[in-house]
């Protein structure tokens, strides 16, 4: 829960910002996946997560993407 407080105190712009980043990671993630193979796939499970709270996060204030 620690992390949610995090994004909570984070600006809107910022959690837009960081969306967009772990967007870009998670394509890479899939790639490295589907290529050589990837030992850390709880990588591709977390990045999923934290996209979905800020998500969330952004919803809550109103904010529509």
């Known amino acids: 829960m620690k992390e949610v407080k995090e994004l ?6 910022e959690l837009l910002d960081e969306l967009d980043r772990l967007r870009a990671e998670l394509v890479l993630l899939r790639s490295k ?3 050589a193979g990837m030992e850390k796939t709880a990588l591709i499970r977390n990045t999923k997560k934290r996209i979905a709270r800020i998500l969330t996060i952004l919803k809550e204030r109103g904010i529509k993407l």
Not at 8 to 13: D, I, V, Y
């Open 8 to 13: 909570r105190q984070k600006s809107s712009e």
């Open 33 to 35: 996946i589907g290529g």
